[in-house]
């Protein structure tokens, strides 16, 4: 199932294929919205985007006839692109949002479709699918039908952002319910939901999978630091339910681990955060992605100031890192010709993104002005003034070209003009939605980058979710923290296995072949090649023993992996069928052998 070539996976490229194109909806646009100021948009989008959002939730949404209850399909859009399914992504941050408006209080009636959605989860959780059972890798499935039924066709999977993000939706539930005397549901309901999520990406995080745009095989900036963010979090619930401590220990250690190789994403010759790295499937990139700000909106903390270990808003990072995201997209949309450098423009995916033609997207847009919004929250609210480092003084000249490394007094005339300067570069972002919206409030996934006109799947859930955050953000409304102030961060990094040590693991695979043709063997650690079929280890060895061919592999001790035989004929390679094969590696110095059958 993985892919053999490049090509192949663009052709599998996000959900509805890179070679769909959609006829642009100009007509759909002869009215668009013409807001000057936030304010009045979010007065106008903010109704539109909460009924936009339920009407894609089942069992009772009115655009989502057919999906069980607690499912969220991304889209009702059923052809080009074809979005009637849902995402373990898009559903968990579309409900993190719920979750935060039912315990901040704004809307109690919320509570019956949180429930409906642990139920899914509950549910969900034991489909088998392509990539396994609940228990051999099939939490990192990344989509499903609407009816919870499996998804069976060809994908970039597994996607291991997933369960972490749908552990820190229901984690935020779990602590109000504590919070509000109700400990007995999160243990009995909520509680062996979270273990199996949180054991998946304690076990799994260090091998590889597909980015959250489901199209690079390797290790994402976002799905590191999400699942991170998980971790701590369960760690945090796991002490204040009274797990056992092993349970606590190893997840403690798997955090440390995740911590530490975040760091890794950060370019320091380059100045910006790289979002994916070692690519197995060869995906040649700039590096400059939406992923890495979408992270700082999903992963702020507002007592961790301005962080740059965990990349918080503020962070001088993160500031470096928005900057050149914002600045790769201002000579390629044509709707950005005649902008000033240092106003607000329209930002996509990732710049080289050629799905539906590469355009700007709602969510990344308004990512930005999210960000910035949280930046300027926690400058005031600190009170200790802004530092401008070395690291983001491009950010700060393009508000001041004068600008400096300093300290800038809270309360400072300097400070008053460069937070105000900063808080209208935000506006733009937020406006720049509104400005390519039509005059519904509808929320598209894209608008296109000629003329802005809304295309690919309409009604985005996602954006719709987006949209709303962004506002939340604005007004500067709290949200729950997860321990990142108080995080130490180790001096060495250890990969999943922890220990360092090797163990021996002996793979068999009996397979007939034909004349001239090899058996390899490839997966998803750096030991077995990262899934790369170029780079596979082979050809196995069968003196002696044919049909039965042989290696042995050492993999750091303890370590969780996912593998698959190949064959290779004059360069022609046949991927074994169905889902991954899992194991795990024994104890440092012991022997593990597998024996397996072409399947
Ligand atoms: C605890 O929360 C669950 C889920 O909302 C609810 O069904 C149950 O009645 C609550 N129990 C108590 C004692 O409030
Ligand atoms: C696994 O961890 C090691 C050490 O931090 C890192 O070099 C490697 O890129 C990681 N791979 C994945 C897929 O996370
Ligand atoms: C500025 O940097 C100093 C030294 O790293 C740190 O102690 C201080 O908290 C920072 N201030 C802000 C506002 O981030
Ligand atoms: C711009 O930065 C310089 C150097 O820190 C400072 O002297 C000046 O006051 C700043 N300008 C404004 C308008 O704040
Ligand atoms: C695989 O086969 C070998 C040799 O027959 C045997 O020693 C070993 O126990 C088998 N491993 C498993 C997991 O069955």
Not at 56 to 67: E, L, R, T, Y
Request: hydrophobic share 40%; charged share 15%; aromatic share 12%.
């Amino acid at each position: 199932m993985l892919f053999t070539s490049i090509l192949s996976c663009l052709l599998l490229l996000s959900p509805g294929g890179a070679l769909a194109r959609a006829a642009p909806r100009d007509n759909v646009l002869d009215k668009r919205l013409s807001y000057t100021n936030v304010a009045d948009f979010e007065t106008f989008e903010t109704p539109i985007a909460l009924a936009g959002l339920y009407a894609n939730i089942g069992p009772d949404g009115s655009k989502s006839q057919g999906a069980k209850s607690g499912v969220v399909i991304a889209s009702p859009s059923t052809s080009n692109p074809d979005y009637l399914y849902t995402w373990t992504r898009d559903a968990a941050l579309v409900y993190k949002y719920i979750v935060d408006r039912f315990t901040s209080g704004r809307d109690s009636s919320l509570r019956t479709k949180i429930d409906n959605f642990v139920g899914h989860v509950a549910r969900i959780q034991q489909v088998s699918n392509p990539s396994g059972t609940v228990s051999t890798g099939g939490l990192g499935e990344p989509k499903f039908l609407i009816s919870e039924a499996a998804f069976t066709g060809g994908w970039g999977r597994p996607q291991r952002d997933g369960p972490a993000l749908r552990a820190t939706t229901l984690i935020a539930y779990a602590n109000w319910l504590i919070a509000n005397s109700n400990t007995t549901h999160v243990r009995n309901v909520l509680w062996p939901i979270l273990l199996l999520d949180l054991n998946y990406v304690s076990n799994s995080w260090n091998s590889t999978g597909f980015d959250l745009w489901e199209e690079v095989n390797g290790a994402s900036f976002f799905t590191t630091a999400v699942q991170h963010r998980a971790l701590r979090e369960g760690i945090a619930l796991a002490t204040a339910l009274g797990d056992p401590s092993s349970t606590v220990a190893a997840w403690t250690t798997q955090a440390q681990n995740i911590f530490c190789f975040l760091q890794s994403y950060w370019s320091s010759s380059s100045g910006f955060i790289v979002a994916n790295v070692n690519p197995g499937n060869g995906a040649i990139r700039s590096g400059k992605d939406a992923n890495t700000v979408l992270t700082s909106v999903h992963t702020f903390d507002p007592a961790a100031g301005c962080d740059s270990r965990t990349f918080q808003p503020c962070s001088d990072k993160a500031l470096a890192n928005l900057k050149v995201y914002v600045d790769s997209f201002r000579s390629i949309y044509s709707i950005n010709s005649g902008i000033a450098s240092n106003a607000a423009v329209a930002t996509g995916r990732y710049p080289e993104d050629s799905y539906y033609g590469g355009n700007p997207w709602y969510l990344t847009t308004f990512a930005v002005a999210e960000q910035l919004y949280r930046a300027l929250q926690v400058w005031d609210a600190e009170g200790k003034g802004i530092n401008v480092t070395s690291i983001s003084l491009p950010f700060f000249q393009q508000f001041n070209s004068s600008a400096t490394v300093t300290t800038i007094p809270a309360g400072s005339a300097s400070y008053t003009t460069l937070t105000t300067a900063i808080k209208t570069f935000a506006d733009g972002f937020a406006l720049k939605g509104a400005q390519y919206a039509p005059s519904s409030g509808a929320l598209a996934e894209q608008y296109t980058r000629g003329a802005g006109t809304p295309t690919s799947a309409a009604d985005l859930t996602w954006s719709y979710a987006s949209v709303l955050t962004m506002f939340d953000a604005r007004d500067n409304l709290a949200v729950d923290g997860w321990g990142a102030a108080s995080l130490t961060l180790p001096n060495t990094c250890s990969t999943g296995g922890g220990g360092g040590s090797a163990a021996t693991v002996n793979f068999r695979e009996t397979a007939t072949t034909v004349w001239g043709e090899n058996i390899y063997l490839v997966g998803s650690i750096d030991a077995l090649k990262n899934w790369d079929p170029n780079n596979a280890i082979g050809p196995l060895d069968n003196t002696n023993t044919y049909p039965v061919w042989r290696v042995s592999v050492s993999i750091p001790a303890g370590t969780y992996f996912e593998y698959k035989y190949i064959r290779k004929n004059n360069g022609v390679v046949t991927w074994e069928s169905g889902s991954n094969r899992v194991n795990t590696a024994p104890a440092a110095g012991a022997t593990l052998t597998i024996n397996d059958t072409w399947k």
